[in-house]
Structures are given as structure tokens and as C-alpha cells.
């Protein structure tokens, strides 16, 4: 158990849906990260937030967002849905400091598939 | 920009053999270099990571790597496979963002099977 922990764990939805899901990091985790993994886009890093300010973005379509609240979960949303977006969505959090050498705790991830 | 090959997308090794995943980087210096281990169904959990002290690093489950400048490479070694050893490992390379935060960029992964 990585101490981080992600809801739903699935979640089915419709083509133009909009969803949101949960993250709560690690005790003590400032930094929050979004991860999309798809067969074949593999690992994408999506979008960081750093004690609720947003820090660094990766791959993320505009349909996307994402934001992290006063008690340090993060919420991503997704929007206008699309047969490609189905995939595990995986939160991770690290500690203090969010520098180069921190580890990163993944938490079991969100499997989201969009029919 | 920073960026890591794995060789091998598929590695099969009979139980008692050894593991060897091979893992290439290409990162300004100095490199920070993890290796993640997911499990079926899993998050990503960290096996080692190189921080620029000790070349040798030894990780959790018998799993170490060797960072070496001279090649690029971090491989993943252990002596002798052990049938819980197959899940898909991730080498990942981490720079600070231009913000000054971690930036990860993960391989595209390779699937340890393990054959009794």
C-alpha cells in the first residue's frame, strides 16, 4: 500500500460524458501527479500540481484539467469523452521538496473506459 | 530533452536465471535514473534509483542497477528470476522543469516473464 489513494477504481462511461476523478496523496505529499497509461501511448505524464498551484504539464489534451485543493487531493476532470480516452489514469505523490529525486508513491490507479 | 530506451519490450527468463533489462538514457547532467516495477492490476512501485552517489544501487527484491556514463545505461539486473518477478518494469529518467519541479519522463516499458 503506497499511502495514496485514487476513486472510483473504475468507471464506465459514454462518448461526450464529462468525469472526475479523486486523488488523495501520502500524508505529508505536497506534490501531485496525473499519469495516463494506455497500450499504445504507454506511460504519459498529464499534468503536476505542488501545494495547489499548478507546476508542470505534460501531454494533456484541453479537454482535460486538473486541479489540487487546500487539503491537497487533486480532482482530474475529463470532458466531452472519446472512445481514446479510455485507459488507467494513475495519480502518484512526492515528498516535500518536489525536486528531481524524489520518489514518486503511485496510488492503484483509475481504470476509465468510455464506450 | 530528456528521454530513456528500454530494449525489449518482452523478456522471458526461466525461474533461476538471470534478469537483465536493459535501459538506455539521454538526459543532461546529472541524470536522476529510477527503475519501477507494476504489478497486474497495480500502481508503479519504486525498485531503486540512481542519485548520483554510488553507481552500483541496489534496490528492493534482490533488483540492482549500474549507472554508466560512459554507455547511457542503467540496466536492471537480479541474479535469479523468481516467479513473482513478472510484472512490467519502467525505466524512468527525472530533470527539474523549468518551474524547478520533478519532471519524469517514463520508457515505454518491458514485461518480465518468468518460466517455471
Known amino acids: 500500500d503506497s499511502g495514496v489513494t485514487q476513486t472510483p477504481k473504475h468507471l464506465i462511461t459514454a462518448t461526450g460524458q464529462r468525469v472526475t476523478l479523486r486523488c488523495s496523496p501520502r500524508s505529508g505529499d505536497l506534490s501531485v501527479y496525473w499519469y495516463q497509461q494506455s497500450l499504445d501511448q504507454g506511460l504519459q505524464f498529464l499534468i503536476q500540481?505542488?501545494?495547489?498551484?499548478?507546476?508542470a504539464k505534460g501531454n494533456i489534451l484541453e479537454r482535460f484539467s486538473a486541479q489540487q485543493f487546500p487539503d491537497l487531493h487533486s480532482e482530474l476532470n475529463l470532458s466531452s469523452l472519446e472512445l481514446g480516452d479510455s485507459a488507467l489514469y494513475f495519480c502518484?505523490?512526492?515528498?516535500?521538496?518536489?525536486?528531481?529525486?524524489?520518489?514518486?508513491?503511485f496510488g492503484p490507479g483509475t481504470r476509465l473506459t468510455v464506450l | 530533452a530528456q528521454s530513456v530506451t528500454q530494449l525489449g519490450s518482452h523478456v522471458s527468463v526461466s525461474e533461476g536465471a538471470l534478469v537483465l533489462l536493459r535501459c538506455n538514457y539521454s538526459?543532461?547532467?546529472?541524470?536522476?535514473l529510477f527503475w519501477y516495477v507494476q504489478y497486474p492490476n497495480q500502481g508503479l512501485q519504486l525498485l531503486l534509483k540512481y542519485t548520483s552517489a554510488a553507481t552500483l544501487v541496489k534496490g528492493i527484491n534482490g533488483f540492482e542497477a549500474e549507472f554508466k556514463k560512459s554507455e547511457t545505461s542503467f540496466h536492471l539486473t537480479k541474479p535469479s528470476a523468481h516467479m513473482s518477478d513478472a510484472a512490467e518494469y519502467f525505466c524512468?529518467?527525472?530533470?527539474?522543469?523549468?518551474?524547478?519541479?520533478?519532471?519524469?519522463?517514463f520508457g515505454t516499458g518491458t514485461k518480465l516473464q518468468v518460466i517455471p
Open positions: 500540481y505542488y501545494n495547489g498551484e499548478e507546476r
Open positions: 538526459s543532461s547532467v546529472p541524470p536522476y
Open positions: 502518484a505523490s512526492s515528498g516535500t521538496s518536489g525536486g528531481p529525486t524524489d520518489t514518486q508513491y
Open positions: 524512468a529518467v527525472s530533470d527539474q522543469s523549468s518551474a524547478g519541479y520533478q519532471k519524469v519522463t
